[in-house]
């Protein structure tokens, strides 16, 4: 059985030992707990055996020092770190005030850009430059991408939006893709027109209106439908 050293006790169950109260294991040994100033022991045989005051921080394994909380900071509720107030952003050991640009407001974040343009403005460089809407558009919500949308009926080319202009035989279609409108049943696209669908024998529009496909029993070969043998 392993000899139990100075200043430790066997443990309440099975074999082995453990440093007294006041002490610390260490190479084997239970060593004495120093405690600096401005912390308190823990009476954990473990780690250090002692923790810093709140507002100190550990220097190394036999110091505690004040944590300096800069101007325009607080000290974190862990006692042993500091966070910058709303309106400031950390710079190395420093809090610096939040420079806020014409049309912005402070953010709600800890990371990226500390504001946040107003709506109908957009970050530009270190300011926020009005957004320029085009006829028939509206500002939308989108944190990111296109900050405006086309209206009912037009749809964007380039930075202006343009109206739908419908053929005949179709209607219009609020898809945000296409052309912005789909043809009648019975008529498929042709260019910017609706053609009127063609259909061979033994078959039927499908589902869509759109397009036809053989009855049942039969194939299509060559734009016709071919009864299967």
């Not at 610390?24 to 055996?49: D, F, H, K």
């Not at 949308?149 to 898809?175: K, L």
């Not at 027109?193 to 499908?206: F, G, K, Q, R, Y």
Request: hydrophobic residues 35%; glycine residues 10%.
């Amino acid at each position: 059985m392993q000899a139990i050293p100075e200043n430790a006790s066997p443990q309440s169950y099975g074999d082995g030992w453990k440093c007294d109260i006041g002490y610390r294991l260490n190479a084997g040994s239970c060593v004495a707990v120093i405690v600096p100033m401005n912390a308190y022991e823990t009476n954990r045989a473990y780690g250090l055996g002692w923790e810093c005051f709140h507002g100190f921080r550990a220097d190394g394994e036999a110091d505690c020092v004040a944590v300096a909380v800069p101007k325009g900071g607080y000290l974190a509720p862990s006692g042993a770190r500091w966070h910058c107030l709303r309106g400031f952003t950390k710079l190395d050991d420093t809090c610096q005030k939040v420079n806020l640009p014409a049309n912005a407001y402070l953010a709600d974040t800890s990371y990226g850009s500390p504001w946040v343009c107003d709506r109908g403005f957009e970050a530009v460089d270190d300011a926020c430059s009005a957004i320029v809407v085009p006829a028939n558009a509206y500002l939308n919500t989108s944190a990111y991408g296109q900050s405006w949308t086309c209206e009912r009926g037009f749809f964007q080319q380039a930075s202006s939006c343009v109206a739908v202009m419908v053929p005949e035989n179709a209607y219009f279609d609020d898809a945000t893709y296409g052309n912005g409108w789909r043809c009648e049943r019975g008529y498929a696209t042709s260019g910017q027109a609706c053609a009127a669908i063609d259909v061979p024998e033994n078959a039927h529009l499908d589902r869509s209106g759109n397009r036809w496909e053989c009855n049942r029993n039969f194939r299509k070969s060559k734009g016709l439908c071919l009864l299967i043998n």
